[in-house]
Nanobody, 124 residues
Framework: QLQLVESGGGLVQPGGSLRLSCAASGFTLYYYAIGWFRQAPGKEREGVSCISNWGSSTNYADSVKGRFTISRDMAKNTVYLQMNSLKPEDAAVYYC?????????????????WGQGTQLTVSS
């Protein structure tokens, strides 16, 4: 069974850092691009970052450029989202999603598999 499990969310103060993990089970991420998305209460889901299947390309939303870094560990079948200089507006439920493609990653594509999300709260 294909499954994505996010972890690492929690409460952090503004300016703080946190790393989210997205672990895949039941399939290898070898052929999949991974995207991170977030949804805050009352807002639409938005794409945050993505990484291609080989990790050769990444993309970021303008709102997180320079603060967030996406990476992947093939051996662990896991993708990470390092979040620095966190702001209250970053608070949301963060989801990772997988799309079978070897193309440059895009946050505009329709992703096939989704995790259940992990909550990030940014507050003092």
């Amino acid at each position: 069974q294909l499954q994505l499990v996010e972890s690492g969310g929690g409460l952090v103060q503004p300016g703080g850092s946190l790393r989210l993990s997205c672990a895949a089970s039941g399939f290898t991420l070898y052929y999949y691009a991974i995207g991170w998305f977030r949804q805050a209460p009352g807002k639409e889901r938005e794409g945050v970052s993505c990484i291609s299947n080989w990790g050769s390309s990444t993309n970021y939303a303008d709102s997180v450029k320079g603060r967030f870094t996406i990476s992947r560990d093939m051996a662990k079948n896991t993708v990470y989202l390092q979040m620095n200089s966190l702001k209250p507006e970053d608070a949301a439920v963060y989801y990772c999603a997988a799309l079978r493609t070897t193309a440059t990653c895009s946050l505009q594509r329709v992703y096939e598999y989704w995790g259940q999300g992990t909550q990030l709260t940014v507050s003092s």
